[in-house]
């Protein structure tokens, strides 16, 4: 009988855990699940209406698509700047904020206001703000004697990388922020007394017991910079040109604009592969890494 007793109690501990995991399967079957369901199965099709069978034809199509492939490119370069500005800005921030400074909440708050507020915001925001006859940016620069500059016209794709990166900046730094303080000060000290400079303890004690954070930073980066929207839409729309055309940009076009509804999904799942792959290569390198500390 006593036997008995733990798979009984185990038992009931588990559909007690699978009667509190309900609602969030439910919601990640409604809104996750069968949306990707359904973009893949309007992936085979074609049409205006993607009511005629169309196979694996939108993937073939979409793979050997110079335009698609410029989108892809232009994304690969606007998700490398935002990733290595997000893990190398938050990183200095929170090593700035983290010491004993007079305001330093003041100035984890005003840094995290960005992230709080929507991309539509901020991209109507540094619309403005960059905007060459009108723009407060270039008024200040006129006042200052300097020449003006056409933001949007000459660095479009770094420019609203930058944007991403000044609403996104705050975020990382909490981040980061956790993981400094979560570091035992032991170390430090240990370090200290064994003559060791701040550049070496940085070096070897911070930077290693940051590597989960860092990967953690890092894959956010990489999942949010390939799937950026609202910065392209809004404050480029695209441009000039096809400079700044994003993937999830070019999907949308495509969609909504050329009403190619079975394309654009196999473009979606497309992206979504890549997502994923990018995702798993990270996680592999993160988990060979915290083997080799």
Known sequence: MTMLRPRTLSGRYARTAYLFLIPAILFFAAFFYLPIGNVTATSLRTGPQADQWAGLGNYTQALADPAVR??????????????????????????????????????RVLLL??????????????????????GVLNRVLGAAGLPEQTWLNTSPLLTIAAVTLWQSVGYTMVLFLAGLQGIPETY????????????????????????????????????????????????????????????????????????????????????LVVIVAFTLVQLRAGRRGEVTY
Do not use: C
């Not at 709080?116 to 901020?122: E, G, H, Y």
């Open 188 to 271: 430090h000290e240990a370090a200290k007394i064994d003559g060791a400079d701040a550049w070496r303890r940085f070096w070897r004690i911070t930077l290693p017991l940051l590597a989960p954070t860092t990967l953690f930073v890092s894959v956010m980066a990489v999942i949010s910079g390939l799937q950026a929207f609202g910065q392209a839409y809004i404050i480029t729309n695209g441009g000039p040109g096809n400079a700044t055309d994003l993937s999830v940009f070019h999907i949308f076009n495509v969609a909504f604009r050329a009403r190619d509804f079975g394309y654009s999904s196999a473009q979606s799942v497309l992206l």
């Open 70 to 107: 410029h989108s892809f490119l232009v994304t690969v370069i606007f998700s490398v700047i935002v990733v290595i500005g997000s893990i190398v800005l938050g990183l200095v921030l929170a090593l700035a904020l983290d010491q004993p400074l007079k305001g330093r909440v003041v100035f």
């Open 113 to 134: 206001v960005p992230y709080l507020t929507s991309v539509a915001i901020v991209g109507l925001l540094w619309r403005n703000i960059l905007d060459p006859e009108l």
